[in-house]
Structures are given as structure tokens and as C-alpha cells.
């Protein structure tokens, strides 16, 4: 007798395949929320589990994981610690971040 067991694999597949089909879309450059990536992807209201979908990326992956931020514009992990570092030399290198850790909220919000 059938379990359900892929079907339920495939509807959880189908909010992680529009999620990071949106985050691939964030432009270099341009930073979002854990809500904009949500409504983009068709998941309204659900930040946070865009959050817990990005925190199971590999390490390695080439999706812009980094693009995304709370919505205060602001790096979500602890200051300083080893991810806040990672986010934030991405950030930098794409001119979104200031030496000073500061975020560029107003300039590089994107606006799709």
C-alpha cells in the first residue's frame, strides 16, 4: 500500500524550488528580505522558513544566499561570528556593505 511519502517529498520540493528560483534572481549588487524572497516565491508571510531553507544550503553552493537579509536590512547572524563574517565579506565584495559593516539598506534594496 502507497505511503505518500514522495508526493509529500514533491510538495515540500516545490516551495524550496521557488525560493531559491527567487534567490537566484537577487541581482549582484542588491540585497532582500526573508519576507521578499517569501511573497516573491509564493510562500506569503513564511520569513522564516526562507530562513531555515537558506541555513541548509551546502557551504558550497553558488546560490546568493548572502543577498538576503532580516528586514531591518541587517545581517540576521550574531555579530561577528564566523557567518555574520562570511555574509558580510561577500557583501563587501559586491559593494552592498560598508567597511564599517553597515549595510546600504536604501541603495541596494531590491526592487523587482
Known amino acids: 500500500m502507497p505511503t505518500g511519502d514522495a ?3 514533491a510538495k515540500a520540493e516545490r516551495p524550496r524550488e521557488a525560493v531559491y528560483r527567487v534567490l537566484a534572481s537577487i541581482p ?5 528580505s526573508y ?3 517569501a511573497e516573491l516565491a509564493g510562500l506569503p508571510k513564511q520569513a522564516r ?3 531555515r531553507m537558506l541555513s541548509l544550503l551546502p557551504r558550497d553552493t553558488r546560490l546568493p544566499w548572502y543577498r538576503v537579509v532580516n528586514a531591518s536590512g541587517k545581517i ?6 564566523p557567518g555574520y563574517q562570511r555574509q ?3 557583501l563587501l565584495d559586491e559593494g552592498s556593505a560598508e567597511a564599517s559593516g553597515r549595510l546600504r539598506w536604501r541603495e ?3 526592487r523587482p
Open 28 to 32: 549582484e549588487g542588491c540585497l532582500a
Open 88 to 90: 558580510l565579506e561577500y
Open 108 to 110: 541596494c534594496r531590491w
Open 7 to 9: 508526493s509529500d517529498d
Open 49 to 51: 522558513q526562507v530562513g
Open 35 to 37: 519576507g521578499q524572497v
Open 76 to 81: 540576521s547572524f550574531p555579530a561577528g561570528s
